[in-house]
């Protein structure tokens, strides 16, 4: 409304300067310029509320996107880049967000400016289709760029996810890359990358300098033209001079319209491909996520059974897991044992439903997995791995994470457990050290006995240790061997290990090859009954001579 009356208003003041009519020159100026400031406070309060618009629909936004990342299916992480999920947690969703900030800037000047066709519609009809002719030709022109320019975008956003991945990639591996004396062939696989990048990058800002070379050619042209239009409406007598120069004055205004629209489309444009990329993972079938029952156990004994388990990741079409039969008892400690490869992480990860069977069942207290809810299975399963992930966090929140209402004793009882607390004693900070990214600044032993207190923190009913102690000296082994063996008959242990020392003592060991089981029993009864194992046991003798 205000920018309605203000070019009219501007051309009375014209006409009241060259009249000499100064008290109405003088009321005139004084209502345009409370008109101004009145636009100035409606565009603060405009841009303030934008602005909590924004934060709060980011906050909502991302932590509803980081939920759904969190429950997408090991075998959709497994086949899609980190940068997948970082490009799409992080400018994706400001993106979104923004949308409502875009909408309100652009809209209102495209209103403003708006205005202007009204008070020129007021003044001069001729006037007025000339500049609706003018807009329409360069709007045209301008949607035009931005659809090429959005199909170039898309490509742009798929090279930025790859090279996002692999620079992530090259910071979690660093150290590895570095004993690798990989440095070259990393540098060179990331400037051939980058380069791929920065072409996308190229040819999009090509489309915009081609097409708006094009645009202010035309746009020159139309300015031209309107002064010719405006000279001969004055000439006729249809136009005064001064509603002349007010049309005049504001034509860049009207031209300002495209440049907004342009920005608006290209907005909406990018608002849309954010959407159908958050949304894909949020909602589509690509990204599928985990499915749990719904039914709930209150108390887990931790009795579990594998019956004709039949298994293989989506990766590889050889059978992990082949016809697997077995059962556990509650509170009994089972070993499982072969050679690399033979699917003996796969038991652990199918137990803990981080995939999903081929055919077959797996039932914890006689209930089939695939009805217990997510809290009745992960809520009662702790595994430790010989990969733990330790995050950038302090070593007292590395614990909380786990239990966040835990005690400083029972911390402290937990850390002693896991034959830590003396190291951890020792560093200036305490509890309070944080740890860097992956647990960077940790030994791998260090790292193993972190994680394995943070599993004693949990106290589930079901404990598995996944090559546990592999990165352990001989003594800290010992130690933690101990406390496991406090563990036994209260709780149910599973144990994966190479060496075999290190599970002589369990109630059972299951003897995997192949995904089948082809030796069970005791220690001792294995070595009679089973070549296979004894040919594993007797080289791990050779090694320690």
């Not at 209930?367 to 950038?392: A, C, M, W």
């Not at 972190?450 to 082994?477: G, V």
């Not at 036994?488 to 060496?499: F, G, N, P, S």
Request: glycine letters at 6%; a neutral charge; proline letters at 1%.
């Amino acid at each position: 409304m205000i920018s309605v009356v203000v070019p009219i208003i501007s051309a009375n003041i014209i006409i009241y300067l060259t009249d000499s009519m100064f008290y109405q020159l003088l009321m005139m100026a004084s209502v345009l310029c409370l008109l101004e400031m009145l636009r100035s406070m409606l565009n603060y309060f405009s841009r303030y509320y934008s602005m909590v618009i924004f934060r709060e629909s980011f906050i909502k936004i991302q932590t509803a996107l980081g939920k759904n990342i969190l429950r997408l299916e090991n075998k959709v992480i497994d086949s899609n880049s980190s940068g997948v999920f970082i490009q799409r947690l992080t400018s994706d969703t400001s993106r979104l967000a923004d949308i409502f900030n875009v909408l309100n800037l652009y809209l209102s000047r495209i209103l403003i400016n708006f205005g202007i066709f009204i008070a020129v519609f007021i003044i001069n009809f001729w006037a007025f289709i000339y500049l609706i002719v003018m807009v329409l030709v360069l709007y045209l022109i301008e949607r035009r760029r931005v659809r090429i320019y959005n199909s170039k975008d898309k490509e742009f956003r798929k090279q930025n996810e790859k090279v996002t991945g692999f620079v992530s990639e090259i910071v979690r591996g660093l150290r590895n890359i570095k004993m690798l004396h990989s440095e070259d062939s990393f540098s060179s696989e990331l400037h051939g990358q980058v380069e791929e990048l920065n072409q996308s990058r190229y040819l999009m800002m090509q489309v915009n300098n081609r097409y708006n070379c094009l645009r202010f050619c035309l746009q020159d042209i139309f300015h031209l033209g309107l002064i010719f239009l405006l000279v001969y409406l004055i000439t006729m007598g249809n136009l005064a001079v001064a509603n002349g120069l007010v049309i005049h004055n504001y034509q860049g205004r009207v031209t300002s319209i495209i440049d907004i629209l342009g920005m608006l489309l290209q907005s909406i444009k990018d608002f849309n491909l954010s959407c159908s990329r958050v949304f894909a993972i949020m909602y589509s079938d690509q990204f599928s996520k985990e499915k749990f029952g719904s039914r709930h156990l209150d108390k887990v004994n931790g009795d579990f059974c594998f019956s004709h388990v039949n298994f293989h990741y989506d990766s590889n079409n050889r059978k992990v897991l082949d016809d697997l039969s077995f059962e556990v008892h509650a509170n009994e400690t089972v070993a499982f044992v072969g050679k690399s490869g033979a699917g003996k992480s796969t038991i652990f990860n199918l137990l803990c439903k981080m995939y999903d069977v081929d055919s077959g069942s797996i039932t914890i207290d006689g209930v089939d997995i695939s009805l217990l809810d997510k809290e009745s299975i992960r809520g009662n399963i702790t595994i430790i791995s010989q990969s733990p992930y330790i995050f950038h966090l302090s070593i007292r929140e590395n614990l909380r994470l786990v239990q966040p209402d835990m005690t400083e004793d029972e911390m402290i009882n937990a850390c002693k457990l896991a034959c830590i607390h003396e190291f951890i004693m020792s560093l200036p900070d305490g509890y309070d050290t944080v740890v860097g990214e992956g647990g960077v600044n940790l030994s791998g032993g260090q790292r193993q006995r972190l994680a394995i207190a943070r599993a004693f923190l949990q106290k589930t009913e079901i404990i598995l240790f996944d090559e546990a102690t592999s990165a352990l000296d001989n003594e800290t082994q010992r130690e933690i061997q101990k406390a496991i063996s406090n563990l036994q008959k209260d709780y149910t242990i599973l144990i994966i290990a190479h060496r075999l020392s290190t599970i002589i003592n369990s109630d059972r060991i299951l003897f995997i090859e192949d995904g089948k089981i082809v030796g069970e029993g005791r220690h001792k009864e294995l070595l009679k009954k089973c070549p296979s194992y004894r040919e594993l046991y007797e080289a791990e003798l050779k090694n320690n001579e």
